[in-house]
């Protein structure tokens, strides 16, 4: 197997975000310095409000951390302007969000479809990119529904497929297992780890699920906005 | 496919569609009604002013408007007449004869404006017979009779049946000064004319004056008064004579024209009411929409939508409810000027515009009414949504997407 050449990806230093509850100041994250490099399979665990949500947001330029710095791909974010962000997003990142967050007046196919079309990949090899994922994600009956149409679990494999159609070389997926029953939950890890093994793409995950800890390559665990520990088996 | 999202957000919030085009077609509807009213107003009056009493195009010897004199006249005025009817826009021509004097109805006597007509041609024309509110209109041939204001009627003290003396120079020089009978009684319209003025057969003031076979001022309605500046080149060419000046009714009523042109600038406040209505109606609505879709435009660009394009996206809408509201406000802004320009729209009182009453206001349907209105509410429906939009682009993904 050809060797992929392993770079830092992600850099984050002495990241801090500080939230406004209300007037109370809440220390999401204290201080997070990880390097993430191209290939890894990593999950993010912690107890919730550990800060993983607020991390993986952080990263990717969703959110901007009150201190600290974040490096993108050797870049540093906070230097990056709102259109050339958005382009190294839809270029680069796939985002699986914990509330799936799809488009509600686009259909399956159309949510699945829409950042290739803001990418401009022609038409014929955006359709079957699409369909070839949509039957990965079992959702080959439902394309032309609404995300109001599914249920969570599908709504969830939309979002999943949306994030990995465009093939980006980087995935952030938010607990993408939870609401999915184990079956699927483990055939869709199945699918992420060989993409993973085969191209490498990397994926950093947030879980509470054993299953994606188990099959994780690098375990990171976050406790009160800080790094706990550590370990890549 | 920012359009098509586009499109389907503004199918989808159909309710928050329908209350930001309601307040789009209103505004629209409204502006191009009173504009259509105005517009019909202003043309009525100009209507009545020019066509009952100075018609459309005057013609003189030349300097006569500036400096009326009994001495400019037109001397062959039959045949100018019958080269100015040649003009295809020309409807009607009518001579008449000026001078001024003393009248007086037995003991009393004041300073009278004799106006010499054509009856015939006058009534065509200007509708003369219907100036005539008592008694009867002068016959059409010369039979020393006279019509008197109903002013002047006043100030002599004057019935049917009396006897009117005029007192005057004639253009000769000798003393003009000659007894009618008063068969009628005018009302102009205009008060102050009224208080002054007497008509005359022109061959018995013809006669008065010494001014046989010749007419100070040749008065011309045409067709189309909206093509009056081409109507009166049109007839300076055919006369082709530099001692006569044609003039449309503009310079004629300089003073009636400018305040007419006055009245129709302090519209412009109503209609700026009406947009500003408009455009907080619309700014309402639109930036209601996009705090409710904080969320949705957090996700677009979480996948990589520029700013820009969320920016365009909102903008789109905005314009796309606003193109489909002029749509509709322009259909039922022809069809409610239409309606008012035939039924009219009557006030309880009367309403004087220019010196001229009239009690019912008919609208008129012209382009103005609806390309006024269309840009203005385009415009602040734009201007509006510019802030929304501003607004969503630089919506923080994060933060929006855990509003819901
Ligand atoms: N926008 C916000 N405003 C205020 N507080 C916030 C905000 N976002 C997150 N927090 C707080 O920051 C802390 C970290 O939240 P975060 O969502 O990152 O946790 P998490 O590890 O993802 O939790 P979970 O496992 O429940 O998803 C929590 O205490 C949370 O309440
Ligand atoms: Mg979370």
Partial sequence: MEQIQKTDVIVTESVMKVYDADGIPVNALNGVDLTIQSGEFTAIVGPSGSGKTTFLNIISGLDAPTEGKVWLSGKVLSEMGGNELSDFRRDNIGFIFQAYNLIPVLTVEENVEYIMLLAGVPKTERHDRVVAMLETVGLKDVEDRLPTQLSGGQQQRVAIARAMVSEPAIILADEPTANLDSKTGADLLEMMRRLNDETGMTFIFSTHDPMVMESAKRLITLRDGKVDTDETK | ?404
């Fill in chain 2, 1 to 404: 496919m920012i359009l098509k999202i586009a499109f389907r957000n503004i199918f989808r919030q159909k309710r928050r569609t329908i209350l930001t085009a309601l307040a789009m077609i209103v505004g629209f509807t409204l502006s191009s009604i009173v504009i259509g009213l105005s517009d019909g107003a202003y043309s009525n009056v100009i209507k009545m002013f020019t066509g009952n009493r100075i018609g459309h195009i005057q013609v003189h010897h030349e300097g006569y408007h500036d400096k009326p004199s009994i001495y400019k006249t037109i001397s062959n005025y039959e045949s100018i007449g019958e080269t100015i009817q040649g003009n295809t826009d020309v409807e009607a021509w009518t001579p008449r004869v000026f001078a001024g004097g003393l009248g007086s109805v037995g003991e009393k006597s004041t300073a009278v404006r004799v106006i010499g007509v054509d009856v015939a041609r006058e009534t065509e024309a200007t509708h003369f017979d219907k100036k005539v509110v008592q008694g009867n209109s002068l016959a059409e041939t010369a039979s020393r009779e006279a019509v008197i204001g109903r002013g002047l009627a006043k100030t002599l003290a004057a019935t049917l049946g009396s006897k009117f003396v005029v007192f005057s120079q004639a253009a000769d020089g000798s003393i003009a000064n000659d007894e009618y009978t008063i068969v009628g009684i005018a009302e102009s319209g205009d008060d102050i004319t009224d208080r002054v003025t007497c008509y005359l057969h022109i061959e018995d003031a013809q006669e008065l004056f010494v001014l046989e076979g010749r007419a100070h001022e040749i008065v011309v309605i045409v067709s189309n008064i909206n093509k009056v500046g081409k109507t009166t080149e049109a007839i300076k060419e055919s006369l082709n004579d530099s001692s006569l000046e044609v003039l449309p009714w503009q310079v004629v009523a300089k003073s009636f024209y400018d305040a007419m042109q006055a009245d129709k600038q302090g519209d412009a406040v109503a209609r700026l009411i009406i947009m500003l209505i408009v455009a907080i109606g619309v700014l309402n609505t639109v930036l209601m929409s996009v705090l409710e879709r904080t969320r949705e435009y957090g996700v677009l660009k979480a996948v990589g939508t520029k700013p820009i394009q969320i920016f365009w996206l909102v903008l789109c809408e905005v314009v796309i409810i606003t193109i489909g509201s002029i749509g509709i406000g322009a259909l039922l802004g022809v069809l409610i000027n239409y309606v008012f320009s035939i039924h009219g729209l009557t006030y309880a009182e009367g309403l004087t515009l220019g010196g001229v009453e009239f009690g019912t206001m008919y609208a008129e349907v012209n382009a103005r009414s609806l390309m006024i209105p269309g840009i203005t509410v385009l415009l602040s429906a734009t201007l509006v949504g510019l802030f929304p939009a501003i607004k969503a682009a630089r919506i923080m993904p994060a933060k929006a997407m855990r509003t819901h």
